[in-house]
């Protein structure tokens, strides 16, 4: 049975940084496509990152340039680094993979979440 567990969010200021990760367990083969969902209160969840087995991403227009996804595949972890955060960044941050290759990022269809790590961004 495959788990994902989040860990790495807290509280931070505006302009800050923080990386979670998300570690993989119970599977022998590679997902076709690993990413990062968002959730605001009152809000829908939302695509942050998309990473390919290929090593192709994606990202969210509200986060590119800030925001890197990236996976070590020794350590069947998953990671997205967070730059410049904003007060808009805050959330619940997901996890989520699939055996399937990615496809766009407002795409929800993912076999997988974890559990979810807060993320609060203060002005």
């Known amino acids: 049975q495959v788990q994902l567990v989040e860990s790495g969010g807290g509280s931070v200021q505006a302009g800050g940084s923080l990386r979670l990760s998300c570690a993989a367990f119970?599977?022998?083969?590679?997902?076709?496509?690993m990413a990062w969902f968002r959730q605001a209160p009152g809000k829908e969840r939302e695509g942050v990152a998309l990473?390919?087995?290929?090593?192709?991403?994606n990202y969210a227009d509200s986060v590119k340039g800030r925001f890197t996804i990236s996976k070590d595949n020794a350590k069947n972890t998953l990671y997205l680094e967070m730059n410049s955060l904003k007060p808009e960044d805050t959330a619940m941050y997901y996890c989520?993979?699939?055996?399937?290759?990615?496809?766009?990022?407002?795409?929800?269809?993912?076999?997988?979440w974890g559990q979810g790590t807060q993320v609060t961004v203060s002005s």
């Open positions: 990473r390919g087995s290929d090593g192709s991403t």
């Open positions: 119970g599977y022998f083969y590679s997902f076709g496509c």
């Open positions: 989520a993979a699939k055996f399937v290759p990615c496809t766009v990022i407002g795409d929800r269809a993912f076999r997988y």
